[in-house]
């Protein structure tokens, strides 16, 4: 992505942010903090929020702040007001570096095919958006709906960096050959593993390929299939079962 920006619009991308991190907040204003959090992270509400605050603070770290700056110790038991107050105050010292910085603006990143700030902005509104969902949940508020044109981005993110990319760097290798076909409305992956390792190619470069399943449906259900937040009757699938569970189960190995 480095050069003519593509995908979600970075003042766009800001403005959401914003939003997703108050609607985390405000979920945990009667929550408990031990409520479990339904899904693949394993997580209680209160660590789930204390989570998003360590990756604030990392990601500042990577934009280049210190660490006396950034650091903020809670104790040994936090009660979920000091560990919520956490991720706000360090929400909003993250939307502050993003405003004053442009999209392109050279940073390191952990993905080599893109070193800006715009990386780390679509990271963490991403990451944001996902736990934000979780914490709802568990609050036992119906959660607030995702964008379509954000969860299509939010699926590319997770297919390039993560399965694309993490799996690689993790040395997790499928156990037998696949290829899975991704879809929502106006955007397609196809997806291939292997004992060698992975790859996702872009829509454009499908058109003639037969994968040998195929998921898809409801832009906002993929997304959070794929962060293993929703069982598989959300999404629609066809094709070979044990191809899509390969998938799923790769993807769940790299965003662990």
Same mark, same amino acid.
């Given at each position: 992505?480095?050069?003519?920006e593509?995908g979600l619009?970075y003042g766009?991308?800001?403005e959401l942010?914003g939003i997703e991190?108050?609607?985390?907040t /405000?979920?945990?204003h009667d929550?408990h903090?031990d409520a479990p959090?339904?899904? /693949?992270s394993?997580?209680?509400l209160g660590?789930t929020?204390r989570?998003l605050?360590?990756?604030?603070?990392?990601?500042?770290s990577w934009?280049g702040?210190?660490?006396?700056e950034r650091?903020?110790?809670?104790?040994?038991r936090?009660e979920?007001?000091?560990? /919520?107050?956490?991720? /706000?105050v360090?929400?909003a010292?993250l939307l502050?570096?993003?405003g004053?910085?442009?999209p392109?603006?050279?940073?390191?990143?952990w993905?080599?095919?893109e070193h800006?700030?715009?990386?780390?902005?679509?990271?963490m509104?991403?990451?944001t958006?996902?736990h934000?969902v979780?914490?709802?949940i568990?609050a036992?508020?119906?959660?607030t709906?995702?964008?379509?044109d954000v969860?299509?981005?939010?699926i590319?993110?997770?297919?390039r960096?993560?399965f694309?990319?993490?799996?690689r760097?993790?040395?997790i290798t499928?156990t037998?050959?696949?290829?899975v076909?991704v879809?929502?409305?106006g955007?397609n992956w196809l997806?291939?593993?292997?004992q060698?390792?992975?790859?996702?190619?872009?829509?454009?470069?499908?058109?003639?390929?037969?994968?040998?399943a195929?998921v898809?449906?409801?832009?906002t259900a993929?997304?959070?299939?794929m962060?293993?937040?929703?069982?598989d009757?959300?999404?629609e699938?066809?094709?070979?079962?044990?191809a899509?569970a390969?998938?799923?189960g790769?993807l769940?190995?790299?965003?662990?």
């Amino acid at each position: 992505m480095n050069g003519t920006e593509v995908g979600l619009d970075y003042g766009r991308m800001l403005e959401l942010l914003g939003i997703e991190a108050q609607l985390l907040t /405000a979920a945990t204003h009667d929550a408990h903090i031990d409520a479990p959090v339904w899904g /693949a992270s394993g997580r209680t509400l209160g660590q789930t929020v204390r989570f998003l605050g360590d990756l604030c603070e990392d990601t500042l770290s990577w934009l280049g702040s210190t660490e006396a700056e950034r650091r903020w110790d809670l104790p040994d038991r936090p009660e979920l007001r000091e560990v /919520a107050s956490r991720f /706000a105050v360090r929400l909003a010292d993250l939307l502050a570096e993003f405003g004053a910085r442009p999209p392109h603006d050279p940073c390191p990143t952990w993905w080599p095919e893109e070193h800006t700030v715009r990386f780390w902005l679509r990271r963490m509104l991403h990451a944001t958006t996902v736990h934000r969902v979780d914490v709802q949940i568990a609050a036992g508020i119906e959660p607030t709906p995702i964008e379509p044109d954000v969860a299509g981005d939010g699926i590319d993110e997770v297919l390039r960096l993560w399965f694309g990319y993490r799996l690689r760097a993790l040395g997790i290798t499928a156990t037998r050959p696949c290829s899975v076909g991704v879809y929502v409305a106006g955007q397609n992956w196809l997806v291939t593993a292997d004992q060698n390792g992975s790859a996702v190619i872009s829509s454009e470069d499908v058109s003639t390929t037969t994968p040998d399943a195929v998921v898809g449906g409801d832009a906002t259900a993929v997304y959070l299939w794929m962060w293993g937040r929703l069982p598989d009757r959300a999404v629609e699938t066809s094709g070979d079962p044990d191809a899509i569970a390969q998938l799923w189960g790769l993807l769940q190995l790299a965003t662990r």
